[in-house]
């Protein structure tokens, strides 16, 4: 990536210790050890200081993940879902909520929800998705923040999660601080907006995660102000339900306004400088 972004044109492959087998430098192994697959062992018993460690442990390590694999008993697609957010009343941050869980219940095998609750939890147990009251996550009392842990600890373990998908910074810490007694849990992140606080925190909350970011400019705030990884960042934008009746977004005074050769400029989210718009 860094010698294409400096002009250099080619293709780039590793050839580990080919130039010095070619050259003659290291002997190859006798011709029926390479037909049967064994040039790997000759090579450790040329260097055994150097290479065992490679070929003995991280190869035994790397077959076993190859098999747990395979022979996993549901597909990756079917996967136990619990999205963390704040509230799940009028906002932006929350219909996102609700989208992603109506929308990839035929995708998951479980979606669950955990928040202080609001409007959408109705229509998230209509559909069928567990939601779970937890306190507010920006409470930062000691004994409320235990009380939380623990509760999302047993919903962890109830619902068998296997994906924690935050949206809230602080959803973002108890998923990192799970992890530490579920380690085959994943955890994605979802960045809906620009922050300029609590830069120790967010990195230590954001460690080991996937992140999502709703635009470039807050991948751009992740990356600049927080020193996140650019690797860890998925640029994913909100969608717009298109099923609304248009007519439902008709506006006669725009509509004169750009009959009079005014230029309209359409904003969707709350006009702050949070959300990029000063």
Not at 55 to 79: H, M, P, Q
Not at 241 to 261: M, S
Request: glycine fraction near 8%; aromatic fraction near 10%; hydrophobic fraction near 40%.
């Amino acid at each position: 990536e860094y010698l294409q972004s400096a002009g250099v044109q080619g293709v780039f492959m590793g050839v580990g210790g080919s130039f010095d087998v070619i050259s003659g430098k290291i002997p190859r192994a006798p011709l029926w050890m390479q037909k049967a697959g064994l040039e790997w062992l000759f090579r450790v018993l040329q260097e055994p200081g150097r290479l065992w460690k490679r070929y003995l442990v991280g190869n035994t390590r790397f077959i076993i993940s190859v098999y747990r694999e395979k022979y996993r008993k549901r597909s990756v697609d079917k996967l136990n879902i619990l999205h963390v957010s704040r509230t799940m009343g009028q906002g932006g941050a929350e219909k996102i909520v609700y989208q992603l869980s109506s929308g990839m219940q035929k995708q998951a095998e479980k979606i669950c929800v955990a928040s202080t609750g609001g409007c959408y939890v109705e229509k998230l147990e209509e559909q069928g998705i567990s939601h779970y009251e937890i306190a507010d996550l920006e409470c930062k009392k000691p004994w409320i923040m235990l009380q939380t842990f623990f509760k999302l600890w047993r919903i962890v373990r109830k619902e068998k999660i296997e994906i924690i998908h935050s949206h809230h910074r602080m959803a973002a810490l108890y998923a990192s601080a799970l992890r530490v007694l579920n380690p085959r849990v994943k955890l994605v992140y979802t960045a809906h907006n620009v922050f300029y606080d609590k830069k120790k925190f967010t990195k230590m909350a954001l460690a080991n995660t996937v992140v999502v970011a709703v635009g470039h400019d807050v991948k751009k705030n992740l990356t600049d102000y927080f020193n996140i990884n650019p690797k860890q960042i998925a640029v994913i934008y909100n969608a717009v339900n298109r099923e609304v009746p248009e007519e439902r977004y008709k506006n006669h005074t725009l509509d004169i306004w750009k009959k009079q050769g005014f230029s309209l400029i359409g904003i969707i989210g709350r006009l702050s400088e949070q959300k990029g718009v000063d």
